[in-house]
Every structure is written in C-alpha cells, then in structure tokens.
C-alpha cells in the first residue's frame, strides 16, 4: 500500500509550486512578494517574460538571488 504525501512531507515542500516536479531553489526570490518557491528554470521563465509571481499575482520589479 502506497501512503499519501501531505504537505509536512519534505519531499513534497521541496518541488517547485509553478511546475510541480522540479527541485525548488530557495535562494531566488521575487521582489516585492518574496516568494521563493520555485524552480530556476520557471524562475527564469518569470523573470525572462516580466510575468506576474505566479502564486499571488503580483507585479515584481526584480528576481533577488540570495546567497
């Protein structure tokens, strides 16, 4: 019998909530939202296409990579 994941398992809370299968890297961040729970390559896609953060929706200025 297969278990269900739910959102305490770490490995779900570690995928990217844009494309939900690649590893989420914490080290981008969009500006003003601080969202941070994304992939490098949708965070790319964001900020390559000026899209809106593609959980709340609202306009960023910038992608803040953190060290």
Known sequence: MVEAQTADDPQQNDVCEV???AQRDTRLALVPCGHQRFCPSCMEQVEQQQ?????????NRIVLRLL
């Open 51 to 59: 899209l809106r953060c593609p959980l709340c929706r609202t306009d």
């Open 19 to 21: 494309c939900l299968v």
